[in-house]
């Protein structure tokens, strides 16, 4: 069964403190890895569409990053508005089901 | 340019009633889909469609109907509601299935 493992669960960072977020995942076909940014009381916003292992994306402060079995979101420089909780989601090749982690909620501190 | 748009934003629903949380997007996109959030569980897939009459079950569908009549709506149905039920509901589209999916701003359901 596909399965999505997001680590560590929370995150609290000084500002300009850089870290990474962990994703990994099982999965029978990989058709995309996703990164989503939540707000509280918001729907999820995409970052990144991951497709093969190597491939990597960059937004501002943030980078992802694709291996065969994990994936990582790297953040430069936090700021306090980079505060959020971070999601990662499979979508399989084989059913189009999606699975996603419970998230990792960052808390950055000014 | 609305995005997703999802109706009620809070509802309140006694055990074994039944309604419908109404989702509506003008980007044209083909493919919906519905998950329900819970604490600790992250979104988890109720029902998707990639298309105007097509739909199908994601990893959650018990207790829940769909349909998809036109491009831009998604209706999901609560037959019978269960305090089991009692979550966040998410409604998204995306132009393809494995691109950038757009979320609404969520139905947060009780059922007590």
């Known amino acids: 069964e596909d399965q999505v493992t997001q680590s560590p669960e929370a995150l609290r960072l000084q500002e300009g403190e850089s870290s990474s977020l962990n994703c990994s995942y099982t999965?029978?076909?990989?058709?995309?890895l996703f990164w989503y940014r939540q707000d509280p009381g918001k729907g999820p916003e995409f970052l990144f569409t991951l497709y093969s292992a190597g491939e990597e994306k960059e937004k501002e402060r943030l980078k992802a990053t694709l291996t065969k079995k994990e994936s990582f979101l790297h953040i430069t420089a936090p700021k306090p508005e980079d505060s959020a909780t971070y999601l990662c989601?499979?979508?399989?090749?084989?059913?189009?089901?999606?699975?996603f982690g419970a998230g990792t909620r960052l808390t950055v501190k000014p | 340019n609305a995005g997703v748009t999802q109706t009620p934003k809070f509802q309140v629903l006694k055990t074994g009633q039944s309604m419908t949380l109404q989702c509506a997007q003008d980007?044209?996109?083909?493919?919906m889909s519905w998950y329900r959030q819970d604490p600790g569980m992250g979104l988890r897939l109720i029902h998707y469609s990639v298309g105007a009459g097509i739909t199908d079950q994601g990893e959650v569908p018990n207790g829940y109907n769909v349909s998809r009549s036109t491009t831009e709506d998604f209706p999901l149905r609560l037959l019978s509601a269960a305090p089991s039920q009692t979550s966040v509901y998410f409604c998204?589209?995306?132009?393809?299935?494995?691109?950038?999916?757009?979320f609404g701003q969520g139905t947060r359901l009780t059922v007590v």
């Open positions: 989601a499979v979508q399989n090749y084989n059913n189009n089901d999606m699975r």
């Open positions: 998204a589209s995306s132009r393809e299935f494995n691109t950038e999916a757009f």
């Open positions: 980007m044209n996109h083909e493919y």
């Open positions: 999965v029978s076909g990989l058709r995309g």
